[in-house]
């Protein structure tokens, strides 16, 4: 009985080490996205991990980007799994379903704020193209996490996000690789299929809104 159940580990955790989570690293992409240079990707040099995750968002930039600068604590929030981030502090709030102005201005050392952590610092930002949030020799960790929007044509863009890791001692090790991988990527498919919603949306809204000139070219 004791072989037994030591094989079904052993078989599980191979299944895993492998096949899935390669999967997990590389959700939504083509077979092009995850060897894309982005902003940030020098900021750790040889990084332990890279997860590289993606979306079709049938929206422009333009339709995107205001999301991306207004979430945080207290801001627009994260887009993802609202009452998890709820229940474990991350929010306040439901994540904003609306553009908020007084959030639309973000620049280099600014920081994203979430509860219990420094925040997230900016290091990079192209508006309309890049972000860069820089978290360096935090809780064990070199992280960098970084959002690139790459325009397919005029109503299709890639959203990608890419986290570079590098545990700095062995539990953060261990850590990110039975705790911090799976929690991160069911909440980050999670946020980039709540960006895809809005972005969507606000795109329709847009149009809605267009002058009439402009409805009437596209009708």
Same mark, same amino acid.
Request: charged share 15%.
């Given at each position: 009985?004791?072989?037994?159940? &030591?094989?079904?580990?052993?078989? $599980? %955790? +191979?299944?895993?080490?492998? *096949? #899935?989570? =390669?999967?997990? /690293?590389?959700?939504?992409?083509?077979?092009?996205?995850?060897?894309?240079?982005?902003?940030?990707?020098?900021?750790?040099?040889?990084?332990?991990?890279?997860?590289?995750?993606?979306?079709?968002?049938?929206?422009?930039?333009?339709?995107?980007?205001?999301?991306?600068?207004?979430?945080?604590?207290?801001?627009?929030?994260?887009?993802?799994?609202?009452?998890?981030?709820?229940?474990?502090?991350?929010?306040?709030?439901?994540?904003?379903?609306?553009? &908020?102005?007084?959030?639309?201005? $973000? %620049? +280099?050392?600014?920081?994203? *704020? #979430?509860? =219990?952590?420094? /925040?997230?610092?900016?290091?990079?930002?192209?508006?309309?193209?890049?972000?860069?949030?820089?978290?360096?020799?935090?809780?064990?960790?070199?992280?960098?996490?970084?959002?690139?929007?790459?325009?397919?044509?005029?109503?299709?863009?890639?959203?990608?996000?890419?986290?570079?890791?590098?545990?700095?001692?062995?539990?953060?090790?261990?850590?990110?690789?039975?705790?911090?991988?799976?929690?991160?990527?069911?909440?980050?498919?999670?946020?980039?299929?709540?960006?895809?919603?809005?972005?969507?949306?606000?795109?329709?809204?847009?149009?809605?809104?267009?002058?009439?000139?402009?409805?009437?070219?596209?009708?």
């Amino acid at each position: 009985m004791m072989l037994a159940t &030591l094989f079904v580990l052993f078989v $599980l %955790a +191979v299944l895993y080490w492998f *096949p #899935l989570r =390669r999967w997990m /690293g590389r959700w939504g992409t083509t077979s092009s996205d995850p060897s894309r240079v982005m902003a940030g990707d020098g900021l750790i040099v040889n990084p332990t991990f890279v997860y590289t995750m993606a979306a079709t968002v049938n929206a422009q930039p333009e339709h995107i980007w205001p999301w991306l600068v207004q979430m945080g604590y207290q801001r627009g929030g994260l887009y993802s799994y609202d009452w998890l981030d709820r229940l474990f502090g991350f929010l306040d709030r439901p994540s904003a379903n609306r553009i &908020l102005p007084e959030f639309q201005h $973000l %620049a +280099v050392g600014d920081k994203i *704020p #979430l509860p =219990r952590s420094q /925040g997230y610092p900016v290091a990079a930002i192209e508006p309309g193209r890049a972000l860069v949030l820089d978290m360096r020799n935090m809780w064990g960790f070199d992280w960098v996490w970084q959002f690139g929007l790459y325009a397919v044509d005029e109503k299709r863009t890639r959203l990608v996000s890419r986290s570079t890791l590098r545990p700095l001692i062995i539990w953060t090790w261990l850590f990110s690789v039975l705790v911090l991988e799976p929690a991160a990527f069911v909440m980050t498919r999670r946020m980039l299929l709540g960006l895809k919603q809005r972005a969507e949306t606000l795109r329709v809204q847009k149009g809605i809104t267009s002058p009439p000139s402009q409805l009437s070219q596209a009708a």
